[in-house]
């Protein structure tokens, strides 16, 4: 039974987390150029909802050990000590910032900063991955390095839980992939495909006959190292197992979800941004969950959120 969480409305949510010592939700709007987190006990009338107005688009975004956020923006990846705070750029990326920014992302297990570009004209697979090792231990300055490439739409990003497999999607090819993983030396070998979906037909809209499954948005993995992703377009979550079966499609009551997350105190709560920019006015009408945070419970727990560490 899917929970819609009040006052969470946005164009395109992305990139939520549990901040387990806040104990609160995380979660950016794209276009609305904020970051957003609930206050107070998440599902009761008490909670309310903080947002943050941010100068360009965020793409993505991760908590820092020694407090506040890091944030990649259009134009690069930037720190703030604080909520609200300054924004103080740590990297930046040589790409046309007019047409390119960066997108999903996350923290590894070992506090390194990974993110994703985009490129908004989709005209051809420039986008990138790339990694901020910004740990005082690990360099005497932030490094950030290209890790992947040859991507539309960096999205999907996720790593598995025994630190072997990292898995990156591009939405606009329909595709998952995956590496294998070396964490000390932080290096990709083997690269494989692990889901490719069948495009969207020509002409396709909701009330089509034809079957769509949508196409791969953002994504987390469970405890159990079961990869889940948002299916925009496709009104569903889909959970694969490492070996890249499909194990359980898990319906939302809106068209386009953007990115799952786990979540509360036993991190069993599911939570999924989406997203109601650019859609039909007759579609949002019908799904008023647009745009909006959902949440359900579910029977396996996720992993705790990784901290950016510098």
Not at 94 to 113: E, P
Not at 221 to 239: I, K, N, S, T
Not at 286 to 294: E, L, S, T
Request: aromatic share 10%; glycine share 10%.
């Amino acid at each position: 039974m899917w929970t819609t969480l009040q006052d969470s409305l946005c164009e395109l949510g992305e990139s939520p987390f549990w901040h387990p010592a806040e104990r609160a939700l995380y979660w950016l709007d794209i276009p609305g150029r904020a970051v957003l987190r609930t206050r107070g006990e998440v599902g009761t009338p008490a909670a309310r909802v903080e947002r943050w107005a941010l100068p360009t688009e965020p793409g993505c975004m991760a908590p820092a050990r020694s407090g506040g956020l890091v944030i990649a923006l259009r134009d690069g990846i930037y720190r703030a000590r604080e909520w609200g705070g300054e924004l103080a750029a740590i990297a930046r990326v040589d790409h046309d910032a007019r047409t390119m920014r960066f997108n999903d992302g996350k923290c590894d297990a070992f506090g390194r900063f990974w993110a994703g570009t985009l490129n908004e004209a989709k005209d051809r697979p420039n986008a990138a991955l790339y990694c901020l090792d910004a740990r005082p231990d690990a360099h005497t300055a932030p490094r950030l390095v290209r890790m992947a490439g040859e991507a539309t739409t960096g999205n999907g990003l996720a790593f598995a839980p025994d630190a072997r497999t990292v898995y990156w999607a591009d939405t606009a090819a329909h595709r998952v992939r995956a590496w294998g993983w070396e964490p000390a030396s932080n290096t990709l070998s083997q690269p494989r495909v692990f889901r490719q979906f069948d495009a969207k037909p020509e002409g396709w809209t909701p009330d089509s006959p034809e079957r769509y499954e949508g196409r791969p948005d953002g994504a987390t993995v469970d405890a159990e190292g079961h990869y889940w992703v948002a299916m925009f377009e496709g009104a569903q979550l889909l959970r694969f197992a490492p070996s890249g079966a499909c194990v359980a499609a898990v319906p939302v009551p809106v068209q386009c979800p953007t990115m799952p997350c786990f979540g509360g105190d036993d991190l069993q709560t599911l939570f999924v941004t989406t997203a109601r920019k650019g859609r039909p006015a007759a579609e949002i009408a019908a799904q008023p969950a647009a745009g909006h945070v959902i949440s359900m419970r579910v029977d396996t727990a996720g992993l705790p959120v990784a901290f950016f560490e510098d």
